[in-house]
């Protein structure tokens, strides 16, 4: 998503060639397929790629080889600040600028949030799934401005919690919530596989 609205801003401002050009002096690492999907589809060469499950581990490990000490590097942001990768990248001596294409925020209306909240406190729900580590951040947040956040880790903990791949299991578990099963690969079809299989049993 937010590679393609990169080149779709590019393209806006008939800067895409100049992108290109950039992009072809450049060292270009992907996390993920994804990203790489849409890199090729410009006919962008791809240098490094990361391995599954596509995490910021995994994108460092495809660097250590390389020094950044007075290089720039931009980073396109996935939805948020990537702090471990900013940190790291700056270790190795990297000037990094971070492209946020796009941002995860509430939606303007809440309320179905909110009547999650409710469920939870009620028991109610079986399984809750989380697709993006925003979603976990985004749903304590909300729960946090509506002085309700007490309960919720506990609350979803009595559910089964299932999650599409590591960096949203990480984003769970700082926010004090157990995780029952996390994609293999990190991708929505294995995620609904595994879920599936988890409530038939």
Same mark, same amino acid.
């Given at each position: 998503m937010g590679t393609q609205a990169?080149?779709?801003?590019?393209?806006?401002l008939g800067l895409t060639p100049k992108l290109l050009g950039l992009l072809a002096s450049c060292v270009v690492v992907a996390r993920g397929p994804k990203p790489t999907g849409a890199l090729r589809s410009r006919?962008?060469?791809i240098d490094r790629s990361a391995k599954e499950p596509y995490t910021t581990v995994e994108v460092l490990q495809s660097l250590e080889d390389l020094s950044f000490r007075g290089e720039s590097v931009v980073v396109q942001r996935y939805g948020e600040s990537n702090v471990a990768l900013e940190k790291a990248l700056r270790a190795k001596g990297a000037e990094v600028v971070e492209i946020p294409t796009y941002r995860w925020a509430l939606p303007e209306d809440s309320g179905p949030l909110a009547g999650l909240i409710d469920a939870l406190d009620r028991a109610q729900v079986d399984a809750t799934v989380f697709t993006s580590a925003s979603q976990a951040h985004n749903?304590? +947040?909300?729960a946090h401005n509506l002085g309700r956040d007490g309960p919720l880790a506990a609350n979803l903990?009595?559910?089964?919690? +299932?999650?599409?791949?590591?960096?949203?299991? +990480?984003a769970l578990r700082e926010h004090g919530v157990k995780i029952a099963l996390e994609a293999k690969p990190p991708k929505l079809g294995p995620l609904v596989a +595994?879920?599936?299989r988890a409530l038939s049993e």
């Amino acid at each position: 998503m937010g590679t393609q609205a990169l080149f779709a801003a590019t393209d806006s401002l008939g800067l895409t060639p100049k992108l290109l050009g950039l992009l072809a002096s450049c060292v270009v690492v992907a996390r993920g397929p994804k990203p790489t999907g849409a890199l090729r589809s410009r006919e962008v060469r791809i240098d490094r790629s990361a391995k599954e499950p596509y995490t910021t581990v995994e994108v460092l490990q495809s660097l250590e080889d390389l020094s950044f000490r007075g290089e720039s590097v931009v980073v396109q942001r996935y939805g948020e600040s990537n702090v471990a990768l900013e940190k790291a990248l700056r270790a190795k001596g990297a000037e990094v600028v971070e492209i946020p294409t796009y941002r995860w925020a509430l939606p303007e209306d809440s309320g179905p949030l909110a009547g999650l909240i409710d469920a939870l406190d009620r028991a109610q729900v079986d399984a809750t799934v989380f697709t993006s580590a925003s979603q976990a951040h985004n749903l304590f +947040a909300l729960a946090h401005n509506l002085g309700r956040d007490g309960p919720l880790a506990a609350n979803l903990s009595r559910t089964l919690v +299932a999650s599409i791949g590591p960096v949203c299991s +990480a984003a769970l578990r700082e926010h004090g919530v157990k995780i029952a099963l996390e994609a293999k690969p990190p991708k929505l079809g294995p995620l609904v596989a +595994a879920l599936a299989r988890a409530l038939s049993e």
